[in-house]
């Protein structure tokens, strides 16, 4: 059974970098598109940014474009977010995601029904300021 677990969360001050880690297990996620979302208590999950399968194409919510970026590891079945400049705006929970939308589909088609995505259990960030 595929699934996906993050890791890298912690406490850091604002203006600090973090990097987190997806890694698939059970199933390979090599033409899946992949993201990350985040959550903090009591308010909606939030996109991130999302990469395709081939690692050639992402994108990014607004409020992160120039600070952070994401990459994968296909061979490894692993995603990165590499995060620089946080804020200390909210303390979330961050989740990778997995897809399986068509190659020929653009990466906005991704994550539109979160149910049929995969998950992981998410990771926790704490930015001080």
């Known amino acids: 059974q595929a699934h996906l677990a993050e890791s890298g969360g912690g406490l850091v001050q604002a203006g600090d970098s973090l990097r987190l880690s997806c890694a698939g297990s059970g199933g390979t996620f090599q033409s899946h598109a992949m993201g990350w979302f985040r959550q903090a208590p009591g308010l909606q999950r939030e996109f991130v940014a999302a990469i395709g399968w081939s690692g050639e194409r992402t994108i990014y919510e607004d409020d992160v474009k120039g600070r952070f970026t994401i990459s994968r590891d296909r061979a490894k079945n692993t995603l990165s977010l590499q995060m620089v400049s946080l804020k200390p705006k909210h303390t979330p929970i961050y989740f990778c995601?997995?897809?399986?939308?068509?190659?020929?589909?653009?990466?906005?088609?991704?994550?539109?029904?979160?149910?049929?995505?995969?998950w992981g259990q998410g990771t926790q960030v704490t930015v001080s300021s």
């Open positions: 995601a997995a897809d399986l939308i068509p190659r020929s589909s653009p990466l906005t088609e991704a994550f539109k029904d979160a149910n049929s995505a995969y």
